[in-house]
């Protein structure tokens, strides 16, 4: 996975400069608005609106889009969508497992840009459940690496309940149990350590290793699922090595 990590770790610099700028500001205020819906609109005790905030903040969402996604959600201000999120599950090239997760205020419209992104990049649906399995529930927190080692990392957020530190070349990939997340990302804050987000994520128990082609194929799909707007995020169990990864970059 730490392939695919450090792609995503690429691509996520790439999308804050990009042309997708204000899809990748779309998909963050819709998450905060979910969230103040879901658990009031209180950041400080609502720690999954504070991450959202945080995470919109660090891709530089003006902070007037933040603050009135908060108000949307916790009812303080009109004009809130009934969002609701649905999971698509599926593969893609050379049987890469795919977990697609939709937030969308219209189940057939998500249904359809996910069937059509599918079919057109040699990808298909799969029955609920098939795909799932691979996969289980985890807290992500990634930071920048500055002048941090991974012992720093590790010695800041073992006893808080974190798993694993992945070194993703740039930056810390830290895996917790979901319940542990805020414990993990708390740690980090009185430690002094800056992070770049924290998120309930997906991780795959099984991974599937795929040469160069076989990457831009996988690539060239989850670019297509995530063109579409309600699609907030796209798990795949796809293995790059640092090698093919070079090969790419040329």
Known sequence: MSGHSKWAT?????????????KSFAKLV???????????????????????????????VPNDNIERARKRGAGEEAGGADWQTIMYEGYGPNGVALLVECLTDNRNRA???????????????????SVAYLFSRKGVVVLEKNDLSEDDVLTAVLEAGAEDVNDLGESFEIISEPTDLVAVRTALQDAGIDYDSADASFQASVSVAVDADGARKVFKLIDALEDSDDVQNVYSNVDISDEVLAELDD
């Open 30 to 60: 819709k998450n905060i608005e979910v969230a103040a819906r879901t658990g009031g609109g209180d950041p400080a005790g609502n720690p999954t609106l504070y991450d959202a905030i945080q995470k919109a903040k660090k891709t530089s």
């Open 111 to 129: 249904a359809g840009e996910v069937r059509t992104a599918m079919t057109r990049n040699g990808g298909n649906l799969a029955d609920p459940g």
């Open 10 to 22: 690429t691509k996520h610099k790439k999308a804050v400069i990009d042309a997708k700028r204000g």
